[in-house]
């Protein structure tokens, strides 16, 4: 398998899905704006998004993925149909006991994530979370789906999935919020229920490709189906290694919950500024982050379970330096090209200047530690690979604390910015501790030729840094406002300019692309 043929599919699929995701939230700043009732559906959408990420695709991704991918590897495809037998049928029993609890208790939950926002925003949030929390049970299995064709190398679909629930919300937007409004209700509710359609599709979408590959799940639906699923060897491990992702992964999802909660105080719409940025920091987190983590997740495991210390140590270099060559520009543009961005993406409608201004602060946040979050979805895999979920864990705890000290300095500083900039500090010193613990264990060891690889990267980004910036200070993009054509021009040209000149000068300086396109 050619890894960055690889990389690059799921790359491709996956900026379709942002490209569409941003689109969705451009209609929602377009239609909504930034208040009390779009702050209230962005807490209800997390909700449902915090235990996804929690259990889906956080503990239970990286506890499940490494065990299939051993078991495959060491014990063949009838023993691993029977695990996935076996884990889906606990699976399902967990998710529709955890969606009636989150169903009744979303008052609770929407006090906890969104305390300050006004009367009418908690009890809009309480009515869209109990429409939005079927979507955790549609999204965990989607998860586990995604888990199982990834690790057959069946990349397409699970990457393609996600355009589902954009295209669902788009369709809510545009069609059922009128309709919703004539009725008399808020028109931001269908955005609700775009969510749980978008989160049905999504799962009907796996169905025949698990069948294709021959792993559609026998679910036991009686309570002796679910004891004879919970006693296999297979799911007890699984539920073993989850203790410790789970309060790892748990880690990051209280700092986005404190995140959320503090931008609720801070005034009326900073919980959207907040989400319109890290809309912006998704583009590059979903093209690298994700596609490398999802294809270095299941090689890694299956080099481990092989004893392959060299083609383990190689995979993650190669993974490190992918993420060097496309994540610092990025993270460059970030910094330097904020303004710009939000202004050509979002700046329509309700969504007015000011809102571009604080907007664009809080996505040069995310800027400062882009590299650092994507170095982490590399890193991390590492230890899950091992079976050590513990280790990640740790440090996720430990950089949790730190994150909220720097938030007591960061956000009286550059108000809601300062979450972003303290979660972008927080990550390089996640990654940074991942890749000590690696070197430590001796089983990452640096191919040659890093030192001249980084210092072209980083010359590179200097010159694309410096197009960039006057770029920015030489067109009055907020000011084009009335002229979205000539607007959304003009970026094409600066994104294409900049992509032109960050590769002109790596070949100039001799970096040799075709390095990157190692088998696996």
């Not at 050619?2 to 790359?11: G, K, Y």
């Not at 490398?292 to 890694?300: E, M, N």
């Not at 191919?447 to 770029?471: E, K, N, S, T």
Request: overall charge positive; charged content about 10%.
């Amino acid at each position: 398998m050619n890894l960055l043929r690889a990389a690059s599919t799921i790359s491709i699929l996956t900026l379709l899905s942002r490209i569409t995701g941003l689109v969705r939230e451009q209609l929602v700043a377009g239609l909504f704006g930034a208040n009390a009732m779009t702050d209230a559906f962005l807490v209800a959408f997390r909700i449902p998004n915090l235990f996804r990420r929690l259990f889906a695709e956080g503990a239970f991704s990286q506890a499940f993925v490494p065990v299939l991918a051993a078991t495959r590897a060491t014990e063949g495809d009838e023993a691993t149909h029977r695990l996935v037998d076996a884990v889906a049928t606990v699976l399902v029993w967990v998710l529709l006991l955890t969606c009636v609890l989150g169903i009744i208790g979303a008052p609770l939950l929407v006090w906890a994530l969104g305390a300050g926002m006004p009367a009418h925003g908690r009890e809009a949030a309480v009515v869209m979370t109990r429409w939005t929390f079927p979507y955790i049970g549609c999204m965990s299995l989607v998860a586990l789906s995604a888990g199982i064709l990834n690790t057959w190398r069946r990349f397409v679909v699970p990457a393609a999935t996600p355009v589902l629930l954009n295209l669902s919300s788009i369709v809510a937007g545009l069609w059922l919020a009128p309709l919703i409004e004539r009725w008399g209700y808020p028109g931001i509710y269908a955005m609700a229920i775009g969510v749980t359609v978008g989160g049905l599709a999504q799962l009907a979408i796996q169905l025949p490709a698990l069948a294709r590959v021959g792993l559609l799940p026998r679910i036991g639906l009686t309570l002796t189906g679910l004891r004879q699923a919970r006693a296999h060897v297979g799911v007890g491990q699984i539920l073993r290694q989850m203790g410790p992702a789970l309060l790892g992964v748990g880690v990051s999802q209280i700092s986005l919950m404190i995140n959320t909660q503090i931008s609720s105080h801070i005034g009326e719409g900073a919980t959207s500024w907040l989400n319109y940025a890290d809309r912006l920091m998704e583009f590059p987190m979903g093209l690298l982050g994700v596609a490398l983590g999802v294809l270095l997740t299941p090689q890694l495991s299956a080099a481990q379970a092989k004893n392959d210390g060299e083609q383990y140590s190689a995979l993650l270099d190669w993974g490190l330096r992918m993420a060097v060559l496309l994540a610092l520009p990025c993270a460059v543009a970030l910094l330097v090209f904020a303004e710009p961005l939000v202004a050509v993406l979002y700046q329509r409608g309700a969504f007015a200047a000011a809102d571009v201004a604080a907007t664009a602060r809080s996505v040069m946040g995310w800027g400062v530690g882009l590299i650092g979050l994507i170095a982490v979805k590399v890193l991390a895999p590492g230890f899950y690979a091992r079976q050590d979920t513990g280790t990640p864990a740790k440090i996720a705890i430990t950089v949790l604390v730190l994150t909220q000290l720097m938030n007591l300095v960061f956000v009286p500083w550059v108000g809601v910015a300062g979450l972003a900039l303290s979660i972008g500090v927080g990550a390089l010193v996640n990654a940074s501790w991942l890749l000590w613990g690696l070197r430590r264990l001796d089983v990452y060891k640096p191919a040659p030729g890093w030192a001249g690889f980084g210092l072209r990267v980083l010359a590179a980004c200097v010159a694309m840094g410096a197009l960039q910036h006057q770029l920015a200070q030489r067109l009055d993009w907020v000011g084009m406002v009335h002229h979205e054509g000539l607007r959304a021009g003009w970026m094409a040209l600066s994104l294409a300019a900049s992509a032109l000149v960050y590769f002109a000068v790596l070949m100039a300086l001799g970096l040799n692309l075709r390095q990157f396109a190692r088998r696996a």
